[in-house]
């Protein structure tokens, strides 16, 4: 249904864009009708640019993002129309996605213009009504309020009935749930898990391992905008392999939190490891290699790849040539 094809991202940073920050790259994936994938990674791995790539909100460096088998950079009036028709956003700070001065109702009575002129206003009052209370909203208690007047949950519950309201088929959840108190977070859940019962495909976008085992049947995980492991969710989660997956079902409490003191994330992926593994500098199991040599994602059993040389057989291990600059030892701040 959705498929990203070797997809990259490199922003313009610095003075005058003369630096070049790799948030996303070389991103292979495919979440296919009424599958739910969750992409895993900490605060700056690139899961939301692939979230905006993926509704066109940035354009994709290399690489090609299909729907049912369309580039979707191709799309244009109303095959772009259409494609947000099915294929819509949620983020993780509902507030941010909303012009404040607009009342709840405004945001229907857009849609309704922009998508559905044909459909007589009294039909379209019954479908915005009937679209809140499947997100178990009650419409009168919503319509006539400003976003900041409503809660974070019932906030996104609006936007996800604003999406339902489109007839989408595939949804990008980015970090919906991890914002929500505990109540409201069971509520959001069981609202996906239901949209999913009906059919609709969600890329769930979070840094909550158990949320995405509770909800995903298949995971990508990224690091510094490389995937380095993905696969069925019961696999990766039963035995992770890469060392960064390792780590973080280590750490699920923190697993939010930057690692790394001193050097900022960015600057890193500015200018560092361009040739190495992403993980070297931080991983326990480093090899000289590892400076140096990038792994592929390769499969070690069915729908569980991995891209690590602890796993690749060693005569597709290249030898080091030169000794890298940096230590081979990786340092470690935590
Ligand atoms: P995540 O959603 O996983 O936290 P993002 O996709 O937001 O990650 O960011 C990935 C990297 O790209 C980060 O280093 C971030 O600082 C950088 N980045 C994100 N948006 C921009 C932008 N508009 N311009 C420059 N750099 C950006
Ligand atoms: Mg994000």
Redesign the pocket.
Same mark, same amino acid.
Request: net charge positive.
């Given at each position: 249904m959705l498929k990203l094809e070797n997809v990259s991202?490199v922003?313009?940073?610095g003075a005058f864009g003369g630096k070049a920050?790799f948030?996303?790259n070389n991103v292979s994936f495919e979440v296919k009708q009424g599958e739910v994938v969750s992409l895993i990674?900490?605060? %700056?791995?690139?899961?939301?640019?692939? %979230?905006?790539m993926i509704l066109r909100l940035?354009d994709v460096t290399a690489g090609k993002i299909t729907y049912n088998g369309t580039d979707i950079s191709s799309l244009e009036g109303n095959a772009l129309k259409d494609y947000y028709r099915q294929v819509q956003g949620v983020f993780q700070d509902p507030f941010s996605s909303y012009n404040p001065i607009f009342k709840a109702d405004r945001i229907f009575k857009v849609l309704h213009e922009e998508f559905f002129p044909e459909v007589p206003a009294t039909e379209w009052q019954k479908r915005v009504e009937h679209a809140l209370s499947s997100v178990g909203l009650n419409p009168a208690h919503v319509l006539n309020k400003y976003p900041h007047q409503l809660s974070g949950g019932q906030l996104q519950r609006f936007l996800i009935a604003r999406a339902l309201l489109l007839d989408i088929q595939f949804l990008v959840a980015?970090?919906i749930i991890s914002m929500l108190d505990a109540s409201t977070r069971i509520d959001v859940l069981n609202l996906l898990a239901d949209l999913k019962s009906r059919g609709l495909s969600i890329l769930f976008?979070t840094?909550d391992l158990s949320l995405a085992y509770y909800i995903s049947e298949r995971a990508v995980i990224?690091y510094k905008?490389y995937v380095v492991e993905q696969g069925a969710v019961e696999k990766i989660f039963h035995t992770p392999l890469h060392p960064y997956t390792r780590m973080l079902m280590d750490s699920v409490p923190r697993m939010d939190r930057k690692w790394e003191k001193g050097i900022s994330?960015?600057e890193r992926?500015v200018e560092e490891f361009r040739n190495g593994c992403p993980y070297f500098e931080r991983c326990p199991v480093a090899e000289k290699i590892c400076a140096v040599y990038r792994p592929p994602l390769f499969d070690v059993e069915p729908d569980h790849a991995v891209a690590c040389v602890h796993y690749q057989s060693p005569s597709d291990v290249p030898k080091p040539v030169a000794l890298p600059h940096q230590s081979v030892h990786p340092t470690h701040s935590a």
């Open positions: 991202k922003y313009r940073v920050l948030a996303v990674g900490e605060s %700056g791995s690139g899961k939301s640019t692939i %979230g905006k940035l980015d970090e976008i840094h990224l905008g994330l960015l992926q």
